[in-house]
């Protein structure tokens, strides 16, 4: 993967922590919705296709010369034939129209070069009458050299265009592609969001290399038993002179921006866990410092809501391809919870009243699935679920 697309990369990420910062607002603007998922979905696939082998989506040069040289040659051949004819004929705009320099093919891009070629074959068709030593044959020939390479040509884009049908194109058109949600989603922010417009374009800048970076710490949280993500998670940063303070996301993270160059202390505090404290930790301009922090029960009362309460973990796969996906809308009325999966195809739920719970899944290009989970006490409901296309 190429600098500047982990650059490009880097920036989505930037702007979808961002997003997951201002979500309660952005729940509230239903374009933000659909731009949101289609920038994820980007994310998803730019990480898919970092695996993936391209070398199939590029040509040996050898094969497009030795196709460029053939047809040129064949052109140049009747070209130079029909000018000496003109020139017989006293034909001086026909023979300066023929009379091309060899760096009037060459010194273009591949799919002019054609265009070029394409010209003279045209001005020898339209001129048989005169250039009679130009036979129709000589036409055909031309014509199918010049296809040849056209066809050369098309062999990366559709190589792209496969990719694209399944869902795994190659990285450079992936980041093209993934600008136009991350752009909508800076726009939105300028339309309904303009107090945080100053942090969503440094988000959704491309910063260089070893320039300075728009997040200075990064923490996520998962429990050390289900190993489930936890929101709400109270982050406190502090480097004895500025505090900050934050909440973990549904996602489980919580990140800091354009801190000062210093060493901070770190501490997490969720109800019915043991507090964690990471110190110190130090911040710098060329790199984000990023923790992975799991934390611990701390022993609790036989009535604690962990213990009456359950939660469910699904994840939601594509029929055909047994991938997550990401986006799915989770519904379930009886709660009055709608949520969507996140980027490995999950959607986590905890303190529910032990009940039975019918819902719905659902996503743009797939059947409405209609799904029952049944919540216990004190356990952890797990599923497992299919889309199919329509």
């Not at 922590?17 to 696939?45: G, M, Q, S, W, Y």
């Not at 040509?153 to 136009?180: C, F, H, N, W, Y």
């Not at 800091?256 to 710098?284: A, C, K, M, W």
């Amino acid at each position: 993967m190429k600098a500047t697309d982990k650059l490009h990369l880097n920036s989505l990420y930037n702007v979808e922590v961002v997003c997951e910062e201002n979500d309660a607002a952005l729940l509230l603007i239903p374009e933000a919705t659909v731009e949101r998922t289609n920038l994820h979905n980007f994310i998803v696939k730019l990480e898919a296709a970092k695996a993936i082998n391209v070398a199939d989506l590029t040509y040996l040069a050898i094969d497009k010369m030795a196709a460029q040289i053939d047809m040129l040659t064949t052109v140049k051949k009747y070209m130079y034939r029909g000018a000496v004819k003109a020139n017989q004929l006293n034909k001086p705009k026909i023979e300066a129209a023929l009379n091309k320099k060899p760096t009037y093919f060459v010194s273009n891009d591949d799919a002019t070069i054609a265009n070029k070629a394409e010209e003279v074959k045209e001005m020898l068709k339209n001129n048989t009458t005169l250039l009679v030593n130009i036979l129709p044959a000589n036409i055909t020939e031309m014509e199918t050299k010049i296809q040849a390479y056209r066809d050369v040509l098309l062999l990366p884009q559709q190589a792209i265009d496969k990719r694209k049908t399944t869902g795994s194109m190659i990285i450079k058109e992936l980041v093209k592609e993934s600008l136009i949600p991350k752009n909508n989603i800076v726009k939105l922010f300028y339309s309904y969001i303009s107090e945080q417009t100053n942090v969503i374009n440094e988000a959704a800048r491309i910063g260089k290399p070893q320039g300075s970076r728009h997040l200075s710490i990064a923490v996520s949280y998962t429990e050390a038993d289900t190993g489930v993500r936890l929101k709400n998670v109270k982050t406190t940063v502090t480097n004895g002179i500025k505090t900050f303070i934050k909440y973990s996301s549904k996602r489980g993270g919580a990140q800091f921006y354009s801190l000062d160059n210093d060493n901070y202390t770190i501490t997490s505090e969720r109800e019915t866990f043991i507090t964690n404290v990471q110190t110190p930790v130090g911040v710098d301009e060329t790199h984000v410092a990023r923790f992975k922090i799991i934390l611990k029960k701390e022993s609790s009362p036989a009535n604690d809501p962990e213990k009456t309460t359950g939660f469910y973990n699904i994840i939601v796969y594509d029929q055909e391809t047994n991938q997550p996906l990401p986006g799915v809308q989770v519904s379930f009325p009886t709660i009055q919870y709608v949520e969507t999966t996140d980027e490995d195809g999950e959607n986590f739920q905890d303190t529910l009243q032990p009940a039975t719970l019918a819902g719905t899944l659902y996503l743009d290009g797939y059947k409405q699935q209609n799904i029952t989970l049944i919540i216990q006490a004190g356990k952890e409901t797990k599923g497992q679920f299919y889309l199919e296309k329509e």
